[in-house]
């Protein structure tokens, strides 16, 4: 039976190679109906994770459940909930795609003929059906992928790094895709190092990195807890950065030709720490020409994470 509101939860997942662990120790739960960015550097392990879902790739330790079900110890009952494109979708280009899917749902049997029509039509190419996958777009072939997996009628789908090579046109067209899907109650797992796209796309994110999840949440949550930039136009910014410099609470002081720009980490109000700053300019004779707090962003936050998990890594070679 499944856990309430997770389509799929993993717990102490371990896989290595010889001597080599790609996945140490992890812990995931993707919420259902929801789009999930499964993120980090490349080699951090995101598509080995996906491949142990599958169970394309074996575990040395651990479990993971799709729709409550053990993907080891019921294989199949779990891998019905599961519609997955690893790496980029593979067809027969001399075919059409309609004649690709015909061939995919007999293997697949079922209903799966029955959902040929409607899976085109969800992924907007009812209207090439018949044009042989060779002349697709890369944008195209992707979502005929999703068609492809569509045809089971999955709870979850698994997309690795699927806009890569998108123009904007296909990377938005995949994204409007995304959030038909989730509107459907479907959950979307995407994993990608595209970060401006999937803050686009996603509600949900873990970051991977040396294999161990560094965090996971709601994206809102994970983004506003990151250091925030205040940047300040100011008549003399050599002596203001001397000014603000003696503040325990700012980091990362930069001068430029127009002003400075420091950071303040997220237990610190961003907005009374900027007033403060004002006051002290003005008191010292230093026009202030204008103060922002600069927005925050994934990728700003996955730098972040990164960067000070892998200072830890080096401090304990």
Do not use: W
């Amino acid at each position: 039976m499944q856990e309430s509101g997770a389509i799929l939860k993993i717990n102490g997942l371990v896989k290595s190679f010889a001597d080599r662990v790609v996945i140490n120790d992890v812990d995931l739960e993707v919420p259902e109906a929801c789009s999930f960015g499964y993120l980090g550097p490349n080699g951090a392990g995101k598509t080995t994770l996906m491949r142990v879902i599958l169970g394309l790739t074996p575990k040395n330790k651990g479990t993971v459940k799709i729709g409550g079900f053990d993907a080891f110890d019921d294989r199949r009952a779990a891998l019905n909930q599961v519609g997955a494109i690893i790496e980029e979708p593979r067809f027969l280009k001399n075919l059409t795609a309609l004649a690709n899917l015909e061939i995919l749902a007999a293997a697949r049997g079922g209903d799966a003929y029955k959902r040929i029509f409607e899976s085109l039509d969800k992924v907007e190419l009812t209207h090439y059906a018949k044009v042989k996958v060779g002349t697709y777009s890369m944008g195209m072939r992707q979502r005929l992928g999703i068609a492809a997996c569509l045809i089971a009628d999955p709870k979850l789908l698994l997309l690795d790094e699927p806009m890569n090579g998108l123009d904007p046109a296909g990377m938005n067209a995949l994204r409007d895709l995304i959030q038909r899907l989730v509107e459907e109650g479907r959950s979307v797992l995407l994993s990608s190092h595209l970060l401006d796209e999937v803050q686009k796309t996603c509600q949900h994110v873990a970051i991977l990195d040396g294999g161990k999840v560094v965090i996971q949440g709601e994206l809102s949550d994970i983004i506003a807890g990151g250091d925030t930039d205040i940047v300040i136009e100011c008549s003399d910014p050599a002596v203001a950065a001397l000014l603000v410099t003696g503040d325990r609470r700012i980091f990362n002081c930069r001068i430029s030709d127009s002003g400075i720009a420091y950071g303040v980490s997220a237990e610190t109000d961003a907005k009374q720490q900027a007033g403060e700053t004002n006051r002290l300019l003005v008191e010292n004779q230093i026009t202030v020409y204008g103060i922002a707090c600069s927005n925050q962003s994934l990728e700003k936050r996955f730098l972040e994470l990164t960067k000070k998990l892998g200072e830890q890594s080096f401090g304990n070679v």
